[in-house]
């Protein structure tokens, strides 16, 4: 069972569909009249981008691009490589970034770079974890689920080496399970 690799529950799954339905509401209300792309970084958001899809009330359209971050599979540089770019022309667009966690938000930063460069209408992240304690650049965070200590989580989309993504909860593995810490 994977549940048993799990030292702590942090986010329950009544939790974030709860919190899932209340950024639906929001975002609903917020792009009212509009229709904006939801673009989602591969793999982790996956299953954020998935509920929250289901739980807003307009049109939008999803996109989605898979990014490469240098660095190991703990910690992140901030340098980045696409593996795979928007299959849609952003320009003029409202445009919703959403991802899974944001950490020291060096790889988000170099994203809203990179996109704010195609001049889109708009653009705004939704996250689901939050981990200000972790934070390095300033960022314009416009729906966010939790704010999470500074643990390494899986579940709900988020991995450790591929694993655990499948977790319908956000939790915190068992010391003795993870390497290179």
């Known amino acids: 069972m994977l549940s ?3 030292q702590e529950i942090l986010v329950s799954t009544d939790q974030i569909q709860r919190r899932v339905k209340e950024l639906g509401e929001a975002i609903s209300r917020d792009y009212r009249d509009k229709e904006p792309i939801l673009i989602s970084i591969l793999k982790g958001a996956v299953f954020f981008l998935a509920d929250l899809a ?16 240098y660095g190991d599979s703990q910690k992140t540089s901030g340098v980045v490589r696409i593996l795979k770019d ?6 003029g667009r409202e445009i919703l ?9 060096l790889t988000l930063r170099y994203l809203l770079n990179n996109l704010e ?7 705004k992240i939704c996250t689901l974890l939050d981990k200000p304690f972790r934070r390095i650049v300033k960022l314009p965070i416009a729906y966010q689920g939790f704010e999470i ?23 915190v593995l068992k010391p003795e399970l993870l390497e290179d810490r």
């Open 4 to 6: 048993n690799d799990i």
């Open 54 to 69: 289901r739980a807003i009330s307009i049109h939008i359209s999803l996109d989605f691009m898979a990014i490469s971050s």
């Open 86 to 91: 928007l299959d849609e022309t952003i320009t």
């Open 97 to 105: 970034i959403v991802e899974d966690i944001i950490d020291t938000g």
């Open 117 to 123: 460069a195609r001049k889109p209408a708009s653009l």
């Open 149 to 171: 200590p500074d643990k390494f989580v899986v579940g709900y989309g988020l991995d450790y080496k591929q694993r655990y993504r499948n977790l319908p909860f956000i939790g």
